[in-house]
């Protein structure tokens, strides 16, 4: 990794183990007079490999975390690690490396190419990858290999976001992060979204956080963490995980 800065020289506590590990996170918007605190000391562990919900309504800071976890914005205060290095410290190309190796990032507005076929859209990104799925194989993971050659206007709102989950994946990223991804869909496509992102979680192995406002999408999760005013406000595990076929909202 880039950074020299590591958990072993920070002294953090416990943070090695974890994917990211967020400590005291402070996130404050400077508005001409007024101070928007988005986030008012967020500490948080992710582990390998779980598919864990961030839940909270609308204004609590959760795209502001899941952008200070995959190196879009910086916070104000505290620290984040990544795999035990201090991603906070991490200089801009370090940044642009860990995003572009690692980080999937899943959005509720697909920003496809519209000029682009579904299998050409996935091919930008795995042709600057270093170890990438094939983009067929990539678009066959979200069950649209036989669309690989339709463009995004002649595709559903729910497959335009599955052709750009297969791209975020396509990479074999270590962590998989989604802002809202059915926020823009109806129930049935929403379902069928939420299934893509649950079967790479489960097929690739990537560490995926899903936010949301839906209580819901919740029971699909390992672990969901409350967000509210900028904090934590609790996390609870589900005994049972609910396959996405099975949500209905
Ligand atoms: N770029 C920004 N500039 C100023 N305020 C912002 C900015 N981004 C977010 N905020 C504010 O920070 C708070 C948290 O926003 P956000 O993280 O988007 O919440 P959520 O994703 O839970 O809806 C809100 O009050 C929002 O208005
Ligand atoms: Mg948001």
Known sequence: MPSPTTAATTGAEGVKDA???ARSVVKTYQMGEVAVHALNGVDLDLWPGE???LLGPSGSGKSTLLNI????DAPTSGDVFYRGEKLTAFN?????RYRRDHVGFVFQFY????SLTARENVALITEIA???LDPVEALALVDLDKRKNHFPSQMSGGEQQRVAIARAVAKRPDVLLCDEPTGALDV???VLVLDAIQRVNAEL???TAVITHNAVIAKMADRVIHISDGRIAGEERNTKKVAASELEW
Do not use: E, K, M, R
Not at 111 to 114: A, H
């Open 111 to 114: 920003n496809l190419i519209p």
């Open 19 to 21: 994917v990211f590990a």
């Open 188 to 190: 049935h496509t929403g």
């Open 130 to 132: 270093p170890n990438p």
């Open 92 to 96: 801009d190309s370090a940044l642009t």
């Open 51 to 53: 598919f864990v919900v």
């Open 69 to 72: 976890l995959g190196g879009l």
């Open 205 to 207: 192995g990537a560490t």
